[in-house]
């Protein structure tokens, strides 16, 4: 079982360009609610992707947290590690630009996921943990969230970062940076995009040398790059016409732990003893989902079927 810990929150995205706009605000296009968050996208992709996946979590009781957890249940995700809270779910308005990528505003104060607290433990059948985005930002939660990190890498299990940066929500970045170095020697693989990294001011290689198997960065259209202790390997993008980029990273996160586990890598010394061949293929794979999720509206990620060779 993958473990996928963070946050569940409601994307505000635009609506279709011929939606008329908001009544009451002038200029401003109407706005269509879409399930979202870093890692309730994942576990959502790994579910119909098909890997036992469960989702560990603080989401709210109000009607979009209801929402959410339907769609974790319809996805096949194991919702018990959830907890539940009255706080009112937190929302990110998506503006998206004309190439399809997408922007977020953010409105997080007092919201459920920020009050996640450390769960005792986690099902015996884990093997895996990937936690990342705001989770890892937003206190009091975060603390808990790199605690769980922590403790279950300490226990063997392989581990995940995404950190998705989000700058506007991270008041001392410098603090952030350091804080982010302080994860890698408990981390097998982090995945991040091209911005990401300059906004880290870090390289893959630096990384690297910190503890991690792998890291892998996202570079849009242009594909996806792994650097290990063998040096780098690269997969071009998959041509798709862009809808939008929303959940199109979450979607490599998935990717990247289904066929890491498919091919029987998905622990700490498996994933270093990949070789190039073996990487191509698992980041070929990403390539290949993430483009059905960018022909989509919103963070629609694939099923199997659409993915079968």
């Known amino acids: 079982m993958i473990v996928i810990a963070g946050e569940a929150l409601i994307d505000l995205v635009p ?54 957890m339907s769609g974790l249940r319809d996805a096949g995700v194991d919702v018990s590690l959830v907890q539940r809270g009255p706080e009112h779910t937190t929302l990110a308005v998506a503006e998206i630009g004309e190439d399809g990528s997408a922007g977020y505003n953010f409105y997080v104060e007092g919201t459920a996921d920020r009050l996640f607290e450390l769960p005792e433990r986690l099902p015996e059948a884990a093997t895996a943990l990937c936690v990342g985005t705001c989770s890892m930002v937003l206190e009091p939660g975060a603390s808990a969230y790199e605690a769980l990190l922590r403790r279950e890498a300490a226990r063997g299990l392989f581990t995940m970062l995404d950190p998705n940066i989000r700058p506007g929500l991270i008041g001392d970045p410098e603090a952030y940076r350091e804080r982010f170095r302080s994860w890698l020697p408990h981390t097998a693989l982090v995945k991040l995009s091209v911005e990401d990294a300059e906004w880290l001011g870090g390289r893959p290689q630096e990384w690297l040398e910190q503890g991690p198997s792998a890291v892998v960065l996202t570079r849009g ?71 059905v999720t960018c022909s989509r509206a919103g963070a629609e990620p694939p099923y199997a079927a659409e993915l079968a060779d």
């Open 15 to 68: 609506a279709a360009a011929s939606a008329e706009s908001a009544p009451g605000v002038p200029g401003t296009d109407a706005l269509s609610p879409r399930r979202g968050g870093g890692p309730y996208n994942t576990a959502v992709a790994l579910g119909r992707l098909g890997s036992p996946t469960a989702f560990c979590s603080r989401v709210s009781t109000d009607r979009f947290g209801q929402g959410l």
């Open 221 to 291: 259209g242009s594909g996806l790059s792994a650097w290990t202790r063998e040096g780098e390997i690269s997969v071009p993008g998959e041509p798709v016409e862009v809808v939008d980029t929303i959940g199109a990273g979450d979607t490599v996160n998935a990717a990247l732990l289904h066929r890491l586990a498919t091919v029987g890598a998905l622990s700490r010394p498996a994933a270093a003893g990949l070789d190039a061949a073996g990487w191509r293929d698992v980041l070929a794979f990403a390539a290949r989902a993430a483009a």
